[in-house]
């Protein structure tokens, strides 16, 4: 047997060029066979067919269909989050560029734990990152770290926060991302306080009796876009709060951090600049494959707790004739450059272009909340805050919502999410795909509609 050809190197554009076009059809015809949203039959019968397809993964002799076949499988029994009906969660469609500009950091496969292992992505990064933070802040010393994803970004917050105070007590609403009380958790600090918010955000009376009421270093953690509804806190409120009591702030805007790009909707984010710390995440309405998280950080000074030496990545002789000290910008030491793919849509679309995509979601939103308040078939939570919307048949039960999301969900013609507000159940419609139509919209509400008992 041959040895396999490499993906870099000389050699490598050739080598992967046939092999991109295999995988181009087995996506195309896995995405065929597939024929919707979602695999029909359920979870038995996906993976009943996926272990059909997929066989002895570990055999004796290699498979050269392997590539097409596997492939094929992944993508019929994909949910694909491009088609207009798969809007159940924060699950972008990736642009296309962002795709082939993350094909190019496999085949390159730098590793950013050390300069010599990526050159220009260690410096691509400082660039980019120091450029989202100023987008942040506004202020020409701001930072910002690569992260998975919100939930390591809010993980760094908590870590920045208990080593910039030597403790910490955090407070947070009943509406915040379930990733803060686990990084209370994993980083051994107390049970977080959790504030009331009544009408799906933080509620500043009662974070003000709760700041009032306790004693030592605190941590203020506000949510700019709910992952239930896409609700906002009232972010100007709470950071005077903050300032008032010395708290420390920090804002999870994992969702709603991509209204700094539009000129309509970034003013939904004023007081974003007052946080210590922000989280980021360009796979949600960035349109990034995954992972493309962040972490802005005001004052870079905090970042110093996470300076680490290990003499084969960043001996102090290295360090000092000018080789980048790399490990002190992530709690990873193996990191992939998941800033190419970010660094070539920013400058392929453009803030114009980036924010036109934001705009149209947004916009996306309120048609369908528009249908459902028209149709007396169906009852709206509210008005979308960003591109999510919740609704509910009129009259049903919490039983027959969830059974009705199941069976679209089986049947693989709709994929809908689900939030419990107001102590009752509703579907979830996150509208993230900007090529949605109205007539998908639509075609949504009548499936559910067809779908629910009379």
């Known amino acids: 047997m041959s040895t396999p050809p490499l993906a870099s190197g000389p ?29 029909a039959g359920g979870p038995e019968h996906v993976a009943r067919t996926l272990r059909d397809r ?25 949910a694909d989050p491009a088609d207009p009906l798969c809007a159940a969660h924060l699950h972008c469609p990736p642009l296309a560029v962002a795709a082939a500009a993350d094909l190019a950091a496999s085949a390159l496969n730098p590793s950013l734990d050390s300069w010599d292992q990526a050159p220009a992505a260690s410096e691509l990064e400082s660039l980019l990152t120091r450029t989202l933070a100023h987008e942040v802040y506004g202020t020409p010393h701001s930072d910002a770290l690569v ?30 991302h379930h ?40 941590l203020v953690a506000a949510t700019a876009g709910t992952t239930d509804a896409g609700l906002i806190d009232p972010l100007p409120d709470i950071a005077d709060l903050c300032a008032t009591h010395g708290a420390r702030l920090h804002i999870d805007a994992a969702y709603g951090g991509g209204l700094l790009l539009s000129d309509r909707h970034r003013h939904r984010l004023d007081g974003l600049t007052h946080a210590h710390t922000v989280t980021l995440d360009l796979h949600k309405l960035g349109w990034q494959p ?98 999510t919307v919740l609704f509910r048949p009129t009259g ?37 795909n900007p090529h949605t139509r109205p007539g998908d919209l639509a075609t949504l509400l009548k499936l559910v509609e067809g779908h629910t008992p009379r």
Do not use: M
């Open 11 to 39: 050699e490598g554009p050739d080598a992967l060029r046939p092999l991109l076009h295999t995988v181009l059809d087995a996506l195309a015809q896995g995405s065929a066979a597939r024929g919707g949203p979602l695999p």
């Open 54 to 78: 997929a066989g002895d993964l570990l055999p004796r002799h290699g498979d050269d269909n392997a590539l097409h076949d596997l492939v094929r499988a992944l993508a019929e029994g994909a």
């Open 147 to 176: 992260t998975t994803g919100g939930t390591e970004s809010n993980q760094l917050a908590l870590l920045l926060a208990r080593e910039a105070h030597g403790g910490i007590q955090l407070v947070c609403g009943a509406n915040a």
């Open 179 to 218: 990733s803060l009380h686990r990084a209370a958790w994993l980083l051994g600090l107390p049970e977080p306080v959790v504030v009331p918010a009544p009408a799906g955000t933080l509620d500043p009376a009662a974070l003000d009796n709760a700041l009032t009421a306790l004693h030592g270093p605190l």
């Open 290 to 387: 995954v992972a493309a998280g962040l972490l802005a950080v005001r004052d870079p000074a905090d970042l110093t707790p996470l300076a680490h030496r290990a003499d084969y990545l960043n001996a102090d002789d290295d360090t000092e004739a000018g080789h980048p000290d790399l490990l002190g910008r992530s709690l990873r030491t193996t990191r992939r450059p998941d800033i190419l793919k970010i660094a070539v849509t920013l400058k392929t679309l453009g803030r114009d272009g980036i924010g036109t995509l934001v705009d149209q979601v947004c916009a996306h939103a309120h048609e369908l909340a528009d249908l459902i308040a028209a149709h007396p078939g169906f009852e709206l939570y509210d008005r979308p805050a960003i591109s």
């Open 396 to 432: 049903a039960t919490d039983d027959t919502v969830a059974a009705v999301r199941r069976a679209l969900l089986d049947e693989g013609r709709a994929v809908l999410g689900r939030a419990t507000l107001d102590g009752r159940r509703w579907l979830k419609a996150t509208l993230l």
